[in-house]
């Protein structure tokens, strides 16, 4: 099963630390901080798939009640006994019966069996909210997915369409990201220096806020939008800033590059379908990025842990693990009866 528990994105990342757009090996600083999260303290991706568990405990006083504790189980879709016969919702409860939090999991149920297997979602935590776009993928082998606005999603995002979970890896003029596409019915109507930070466009109207785009070699963050000024920061992804003349064709970032059938879920046709963003809790999402800025000032110090000179200053990263931190999240979904 090929596993997407990613719990920030690179533009977290990027304007945590101030950073002039992507770098080589950002996301895969992503990737490894929510790896690591993801075995300190769990998933918070739902999983699909089947589990098999044993009573572990017989209740005094109610005849024939089992107790089983599970994995941390987010939706049961179906449960049978040893024998795959399927157990009616009247013959089992799940506990705790509000959940352990707030879009978190059951741990526990009661049933009059000795052996169950449960297929459902497992983990620590299900949330999604809408991007507000819609995507198309023609084939379950197709791994590009074009979107009306380049600013909403971004290399390190977990989304949804139907039940297939997908993992953004490129994108927004990133590592490895697609090319920009031409942008049909806006150029510079007017001179841009290399000092120049806002941009005179023949239509404001065709551009979104966070979007990418490109003017020769350079890319651009747009910052704003003022009417058909666009406010940006130049220089994006460590593109160099330049001269544009008037008339200067307008490219932007809308194509990102996926990983499909994340999570245990199976790669689909999709037609015009709602995209879902994953919801990572705040805390969560926090930790990680904390823990992707530490990897990465760690590994800029060729892993020593050290850089700069007493002279100009040094800063040191001794551990990218906050072990006071990662204990207070950890405790904080963890479930006491």
Same mark, same amino acid.
């Given at each position: 099963m090929a596993s997407a528990q990613s719990y920030v994105n690179t533009k977290l990342v990027m304007d945590a630390l101030g950073l002039p757009g992507d770098e080589a090996g950002l996301y895969g600083r992503c990737r490894e901080a929510s790896q690591n999260l993801n075995g300190l303290i769990g998933a918070f991706l739902p999983a699909t798939g089947s589990k098999t568990f044993y009573a572990l405990e017989y209740e005094i006083g109610v005849e024939h009640e089992y107790v089983f504790v599970i994995d941390p189980l987010l939706a049961l879709t179906a449960i049978t006994d040893e024998n795959g016969t399927a157990i009616a919702s009247t013959s089992y409860a799940l506990r705790p019966v509000n959940k352990a939090w707030e879009n978190g999991p059951y741990l526990r149920i009661e049933c009059d069996y000795d052996e169950i297997n449960i297929t459902g979602r497992w983990g620590l935590y299900e949330e999604w909210v809408s991007s507000g776009l819609t995507g198309s993928l023609a084939a379950t082998s197709t791994l590009s997915l074009i979107l009306a606005n380049g600013g909403l999603l971004w290399p390190g995002q977990v989304v949804k369409t139907g039940d297939e979970q997908i993992l953004i890896t490129a994108g927004c003029g990133s590592e490895n990201s697609p090319s920009p596409s031409l942008l049909t019915g806006s150029v510079t109507t007017g001179y841009v220096n290399e000092t120049l930070d806002v941009i005179p466009v023949t239509s404001g109207t065709v551009f979104f806020a966070n979007e990418v785009v490109r003017l020769g070699d350079e890319d651009m963050l747009i910052r704003r939008i003022v009417s058909n000024t666009l406010?940006?920061?130049?220089?994006?992804?460590?593109?160099?800033? +330049?001269?544009? *003349?008037?008339?200067?064709? @307008?490219?932007?970032? %809308?194509?990102?590059?996926?990983? %499909?059938? @994340?999570?245990?879920?199976?790669?689909?046709?999709? *037609? *015009?379908?709602?995209?879902?963003?994953?919801?990572?809790?705040? +805390?969560?999402a926090y930790l990680a990025t904390q823990m992707t800025a530490l990897i990465r000032g760690k590994a800029q110090t060729g892993f020593t842990g050290r850089s700069g000179n007493e002279g100009g200053g040094e800063a040191f990263y001794l551990s990218e693990f906050p072990r006071s931190v990662i204990k207070a999240v950890k405790e904080a979904y963890s479930w006491r009866a």
């Open positions: 406010v940006v920061q130049r220089g994006w992804n460590n593109t160099q800033r +330049d001269e544009h *003349s008037l008339g200067t064709q @307008m490219y932007v970032y %809308r194509t990102v590059t996926v990983e %499909r059938g @994340m999570n245990g879920t199976t790669a689909a046709i999709q *037609s *015009s379908v709602t995209i879902y963003k994953a919801v990572i809790p705040q +805390d969560v």
